[in-house]
């Protein structure tokens, strides 16, 4: 099993590096999930949150997945929530889906118990 803690900490760390190497790029990066899922608007953080975790989970990106897991958490999404994000994106991704679902409930654990 995948420790999504230490993938968090790991894409955190690489972002800082590559912040280091790269600045206006990743500034500008910075600035746009700021715009997107940083403040409330039609949508809520949460909700935007969720649609980024679906977009994750679909993609298959461990690193995209733990951080919106902490992320849904920390906007305050409940458990119930994540498992009807994996449920709709099972219905468009289908079995890889499941699978990554399954990770997302993984991280979802870890991060709840951290």
Known sequence: MKNFVEVGQELQAGMAKLGEE??????????????????DGALSVKV?????????????????????????????????????????????????ATVYGIEAMQAWDQFQNA
């Open 22 to 39: 790269e600045p206006s790029a990743m500034q500008a990066f910075g600035a746009l999930m700021g715009a997107t899922v940083g403040t």
């Open 48 to 96: 935007k949150e969720l649609i980024a975790l679906a977009i994750a989970i679909s993609v298959r990106c461990d690193g995209c997945i733990a951080h919106h897991v902490r992320a849904v958490i920390e906007a305050g999404a409940t458990r119930e929530e994540l498992i009807e994000v994996i449920g709709v994106t099972q219905l468009m991704g289908g079995g890889p």
